[in-house]
């Protein structure tokens, strides 16, 4: 019989518990699925504890990996009032979507049930616990693990630990006047009509935004109209005025219409990349593909940037540059009219949908650039692929554009060498030319990159650092190196610990490959260890002369 955790039940958790549930296995199979929250399955980001009503999923329904159902047909199969509560119009589900996070967490929930059923009918056994958070990862008897909850120690051992605890941030602070992330109960504070700064102009950026102006008025269309904001009756003399900040203080695109599932590249393939591994000018042959792609794919947008000349430094200038010149409210109305008209009319925009493909394929060969080229990668090609994979949904921009015209919302540029002085009456940013002071502010730079010493389970985390690992490694399956004490038992599918080497790892996509990848290597594990066992039990395996290492080399048996 083969023990297994879940750690966490977020979409990483829930794709992961998929790939176990949904299989028969010739060995008994038993899941316990963790969740320190109330509802396992919903995932932080989606849930009633910090989203509200008014935040969208950054995420179209075609491209939402499918549970036990699509997404669009679990939004079909809902009632008509559920689907009203939500905004959503049950005349008009279209699988090009962006539905609010309160409703795919809905979905998420629902199907994680559905997993339960599945999974107990295939003959595993499913222990679930909730309002639990596991606290401590630790060797246990005959190579297995045990677990410490805050309910204490779990009375069973485990074969194979899969840590998919998703997104960390900060925990919530009594200051509520410094938010150091959307997540950390700015849903449930009250903010004062008062100057409130936010940092980041991304979807985060735009969540907190919501978040704020909702308490403060409200979004009203009326049929032919355009969205417009309607603020409440002012508090006194009290007004409210929200401001976004960014290095450029470039408002985020809205997404745009394109085939999925990504047609191939036609230079970028995956021969090209494979053959520029172990080059010392990795960056640059990069780059030379990348070039030869978007020229293949948009000769006039290539030949308007000069991309002929173009290097990996001096590209983003190019690529920004349109956008640093206009007004980022009139750039962004002008980008939501084309967005709308080229999905209206099924339209690609060729230059925007071969920079979206490419991210995927230069992320590949990342961690096998040098420093240097690391470092030049980050400050050149890597705002490129954010800027471009990180477009948002049409509903959005509206919103954001209704606050503009309502006198609510700015948008500044700080560059990169700003400070943060925070005191008992507010925030101010310091830029090389400014001062900008504010009530509250709120942190929606998104998620960081996490490292060993920021595990939340000690003895794992003392393993690491006492053997000198700074940034988790894990293999082709997603199992934890480095840890000796639990070397291939732990597989880590938690995102901000993958993000050093995979820049662009975030997002449900990504959850579903990390959780379907690290599923089914545990199922083939559990599988060999059964038919190890069977041997042993069968007689088959007898006890053989000692070997010398060369020979031991050649028959071992290989590893799965």
Not at 36 to 54: E, F, I, L, N, R
Not at 154 to 177: C, K, L, M, Q, S
Not at 192 to 204: F, K
Not at 224 to 229: A, K, P
């Amino acid at each position: 019989m083969t023990t297994i955790a879940i750690v966490g039940s977020g979409p990483t958790g829930v794709y992961a518990f998929k790939a176990l549930a949904t299989v028969r296995s010739p060995e008994t199979v038993t899941i316990w699925l963790f969740e320190k929250g109330a509802d396992a399955g919903v995932g932080m980001p989606y849930s009633d504890d910090t989203a509200s009503a008014v935040m969208l999923a950054n995420i179209a329904s075609i491209e939402i990996p499918p549970v036990t159902r699509s997404y669009l047909a679990w939004l079909r199969a809902q009632t008509q009032a559920l689907l009203r509560s939500h905004g959503i119009d049950p005349q008009d589900l279209d699988d090009r979507d962006f539905t609010p996070r309160l409703m795919l967490g809905r979905y998420y929930r629902d199907e994680f049930n559905a997993l339960i059923h599945q999974a107990e009918g295939l003959g595993h056994k499913v222990e679930l616990r909730e309002r639990t958070e596991v606290t401590d990862i630790r060797p246990g008897p005959d190579g297995r693990l045990r677990l410490l909850t805050d309910q204490g120690e779990v009375e069973a051992d485990f074969d194979r630990v899969i840590v998919a605890t998703g997104h960390a941030f900060p925990d919530e602070d009594e200051n509520r006047r410094y938010f150091p992330s959307p997540w950390s109960g700015l849903v449930d504070a009250v903010i004062p009509a008062c100057p409130v700064g936010i940092l980041g102009t991304s979807l985060s950026a735009i969540d907190a935004a919501m978040a704020v102006a909702t308490q403060h008025g409200r979004f009203v269309q009326r049929r032919g109209e355009q969205l417009r904001f309607d603020p409440a009756e002012p508090d006194g003399d009290a007004r409210l005025s929200i401001t976004m900040m960014s290095r450029a203080g470039l408002l985020p695109e809205a997404d745009f219409y394109c085939p999925i599932p990504y047609e191939p590249l036609s230079v970028m393939t995956p021969e090209a990349l494979a053959a520029l591994e172990g080059r010392d000018d990795l960056l640059d042959a990069v780059f030379d593909l990348f070039r030869a792609e978007l020229t293949q794919a948009d000769p006039a947008y290539a030949e308007a940037l000069d991309l002929g000349s173009a290097t990996p430094e001096d590209f983003p200038s190019r690529y920004f540059k349109a956008r640093r010149e206009a007004d980022p409210f009139d750039w962004a109305r002008r980008n939501l009219a084309e967005a709308e008209a080229d999905r209206e009319a099924c339209r690609t925009v060729p230059w925007r949908y071969a920079i979206l493909r490419m991210h995927e394929q230069v992320e590949q060969l990342v961690e096998q650039m040098s420093d240097t080229d690391r470092d030049r990668f980050e400050a050149s090609l890597k705002p490129v692929f954010v800027d471009n994979y990180a477009a948002v949904p049409p509903e959005s921009i509206r919103r954001l554009l209704a606050l503009h015209d309502a006198g609510l919302l700015s948008v500044r540029a700080i560059g990169s060498d700003w400070k943060m002085e925070e005191s008992d009456s507010g925030t101010t940013i310091r830029t090389e030319d400014d001062s900008l002071r504010f009530d509250v502010l709120i942190d929606a730079r998104g998620q960081k990159p996490l490292e060993a010493e920021d595990l939340p389970f000690p003895s794992l985390r003392d393993s690491l650092v006492a053997a000198g690992v700074e940034v988790l490694d894990v293999d082709d399956a997603y199992r934890l190196l480095g840890a000796p004490d639990y070397e291939g038992r732990v597989y880590m599918g938690a995102i901000p610990y993958l993000m050093h080497d995979r820049p662009f790892v975030q997002g449900i996509t990504a959850a579903c490959d990390i959780g379907t990848q690290i599923g089914a290597a545990v199922l083939e594990e559990a599988a060999a260890s059964g038919r190890r066992r069977r041997r042993i039990w069968s007689g088959e395996h007898r006890p053989r002369l000692r070997r010398g290492p060369a020979e031991a080399a050649r028959t071992a048996e290989p590893a799965v």
